[in-house]
């Protein structure tokens, strides 16, 4: 084989070997500790015109990635206009409601005061 083409053989195979040995290494990290890292909004989120304080929040809101995520409790989805309902048979299923039936209701809680947390993965079967 031509020298050329054995060094451009092995710099492919150590690239693929290198992008594979570190993929393993993140989803190694990430089902051993079942966790991620996540942060709390640093910016202000208003629903319906009214701001939520984060701080004293039982499930607070969190920014996974660039993506705020809300608790998906029974009052904070009425006060989104959502219908929430679960079942062995059917799991969880979610509608929305127009209008609304009520306003977002957050559930009070301890003082948030760290900026970042670590979050539970969940175990799917």
């Not at 060094?7 to 290494?25: D, E, K, P, R």
């Not at 409790?73 to 127009?98: C, F, P, Q, R």
């Amino acid at each position: 084989m031509n020298p050329w083409k054995k060094n451009l053989a092995a710099a492919g195979l150590i690239a693929v070997w290198l992008t594979a040995a570190q993929g393993a290494s993140y989803a190694q990290a990430g089902a051993d500790a079942g966790e991620v890292p996540v942060d709390l909004p640093t910016y202000a989120v208003r629903v319906d015109g009214k701001t939520i304080d984060n701080s004293r929040l039982l499930y607070p809101l969190i920014n996974y990635h660039g993506v705020t995520y809300f608790p998906l409790t029974w009052n904070v989805g009425k006060g989104l206009g959502l219908e929430i309902s679960w079942s062995a048979d059917s799991g969880l299923t979610i509608n929305s409601h127009k209008p609304k039936q009520s306003e977002l209701s957050m559930e009070g809680g301890p003082l948030n005061t760290e900026a970042s947390y670590r979050a539970r993965i969940p175990g799917f079967q």
